[in-house]
């Protein structure tokens, strides 16, 4: 994990996102392997789990298929699992990150706080143009596949 002393605001994209679900209903949608494998990364994207062990200190191995044909591996741990509260994520393969997912109850609903955090904001802003876009389009996969399974 980095120890970067540069602000977070300036390496991190940060995105939130209202789902109209309970906490649990949203939680479930992620910690489900089959269905993350159908709506996660941007849009256009699908994916081969070869590994997914979700819990804290557990490996997620998995191949992106991106819409031109070519194949993104993907290695990542789970730093940290709360039920129902917190997702922490550590990106391991090409660009290193730590993904941030928080669960907020706003009443029936849940609020979701999506963070993330590069080790420099060099990085980060080589390649900001690509991934803020992207990351909107992981959160309206992730309340499409949210609401599919109400």
Known sequence: MSHNSEPEALRADVKQRLIDAPVAQVFATFR????LAQWWGPAGFSNTFHEFDFRTGGRWLHTMHGPEGADYDNES???EV???KRIVIEHLSGHHFILTLEFEAQGTKTLVHWQQLFDTIEHYEKIREFVSPANEQNLEKYNAAVLAHL
């Open 32 to 35: 489900d392997a089959t269905s």
């Open 77 to 79: 741990r789970f730093l």
């Open 82 to 84: 709360s039920e129902n």
